[in-house]
């Protein structure tokens, strides 16, 4: 049985952000994924976790819509929203039907140009990750790791859980993340990827 190979449009807007267009017909669905290079390596050493604690808050507000409309909105038509960040980039994704793609651009859109970092939930979201930092502290297997990563690479923003340290998250303000959003979220760092079932003009 052979592979599927699709085929990948690439395009480069003026103002620098790439996109990447894979037709897919085969599901009536469309996965709309962007890719912006603004992991934990970039978090400033004594902000640790910032960068993770941006990418958790991208869908809680924004100037236009509550985390509780951005909610409702997606899952009036069945679909998806998440946000997540890792080490290198910081990925937010919508997966929606074909023919709501237009409201799925419009929401990842919003919450990747336009987020409020609410203070409430800036309060919420240290405690949260404080609350991971303690109970991973139990896990051997965690501190082990964490032990090895500050003894190998040392001076290297590897070295650095991708949570932060206690005292780093408690550091952190949303002014914090309003600048560290300013600085990295911009359309010549970003690399937006469209799959599924639409037809590249």
Do not use: C
């Amino acid at each position: 049985m052979s592979r599927r190979v699709f085929q990948v449009h690439e395009h480069v807007l003026e103002n620098g952000l790439k996109i990447l267009l894979v037709e897919n017909p085969s599901i009536p669905t469309v996965s709309i994924n962007a890719s912006v290079f603004a992991g934990s390596r970039y978090d400033p050493p004594e902000k640790a976790g910032l960068a993770l604690m941006v990418s958790r808050l991208l869908d809680e507000g924004t100037e236009k819509r509550t985390s509780l409309e951005i909610a409702e909105a997606i899952e009036s038509v069945g679909g998806a929203i998440e946000t997540d960040g890792g080490f290198e980039r910081t990925m937010a994704s919508v997966g929606v039907l074909k023919k709501d793609i237009d409201l799925g651009l419009e929401l990842l859109a919003d919450i990747l140009i336009h987020p409020r970092f609410p203070q409430d939930f800036v309060e919420k979201e240290k405690e949260r990750t404080l609350s991971e930092i303690a109970s991973a502290k139990d896990r051997p297997q965690v501190v082990a790791g964490w032990a090895f990563n500050e003894l190998i690479y040392q001076d290297h923003p590897l070295h650095r859980p991708t949570h932060g340290y206690p005292e780093t998250v408690q550091r952190i303000t949303r002014d914090d993340l309003m600048a560290f959003h300013h600085r990295y979220f911009v359309p010549n760092n970003t690399i937006l990827a469209v799959v599924g079932d639409f037809r590249v003009s």
